[in-house]
């Protein structure tokens, strides 16, 4: 399995110009996620999908939008870029956990892809 | 609301063990405590999961004491290679939410 996979590796844009992030992944994992790390801070959740045809806002998700049309891919588009976008991105995706016998289901864990660092200048 | 609360920045030296204290300040009854790594320029990495009492894998051992309102990371044995920061998101519905974590840094 190639697991996560994000595409590009690097993209400076202008801004006003958009683009799309690209998120595939191969384990047939019901939630993805896609976040951005500015440097030096923590993950910024941006928005997320619990499957294909649902997903839903994160921490912070103005300025970007998402679509979930099948299982393995999750883009992530930037209509109108701004310096402010400039981040690393990271998508994620997990599946379910078997849960403790009556107890709660266990959190599986998430599997990152390698990041986009874009900037905007 | 819960959140959860690291110390920003640790340092250590190679052989030591080092152990990285977590609050999860409104835990919920039926949230998991999990640890994440995270080396420059990577995506984060899974390292372990508890939901109360000691686990302990290849890799690390995570105490959960009986109120849940905390847990530590234990690094036995560190290298120079276990500099990274390490993260123990919040659960939320659906959803992990991360922090700042905590940035180790390992001396030789």
């Known amino acids: 399995n190639a697991g996560v996979t994000q595409t590009p590796k690097f993209r400076i844009l202008k801004i006003g110009q958009s683009m799309t992030l690209q998120c595939t992944q191969d384990?047939?994992?019901?939630?993805m996620y896609w976040y951005r790390q500015d440097p030096g801070m923590g993950l910024k959740l941006i928005y997320y999908s619990v499957g294909a045809g649902i997903t839903d806002k994160g921490e912070v998700p103005n300025g970007y939008n998402v679509s979930r049309s099948t299982t393995e891919d999750f883009p992530l588009r930037l209509e109108l870029a701004a310096p402010s976008q400039t981040s690393v991105y990271f998508c994620?995706?997990?599946?379910?956990?078997?849960?403790?016998?009556?107890?709660?289901?266990?959190?599986?864990?998430?599997?990152f892809g390698p990041g986009t660092r874009l900037t905007v200048l | 609301l819960a959140k959860t609360t690291q110390p920003i920045s640790m340092d250590s030296y190679e052989g030591q063990e080092v152990n990285i204290t977590c609050s999860h300040n409104n835990i919920a009854t039926n949230d998991y405590i999990t640890w994440y790594q995270q080396f420059p320029s990577q995506g984060p990495r899974f390292i372990i999961q508890g939901y109360k009492t000691k686990v302990t894998n290849e890799v690390a051992s995570l105490f959960i004491p009986a109120d849940r309102k905390s847990s530590t990371l234990s690094l036995p044995r560190v290298s120079l290679s276990d500099t990274a920061v390490y993260y123990c998101?919040?659960?939320?519905?659906?959803?992990?939410?991360f922090g700042q974590g905590t940035r180790l840094t390992i001396n030789p």
């Open positions: 994620a995706s997990r599946s379910t956990g078997p849960g403790l016998a009556g107890g709660p289901v266990s959190y599986n864990e998430q599997f």
């Open positions: 998101p919040r659960q939320g519905a659906q959803k992990l939410v």
């Open positions: 384990m047939n994992h019901n939630y």
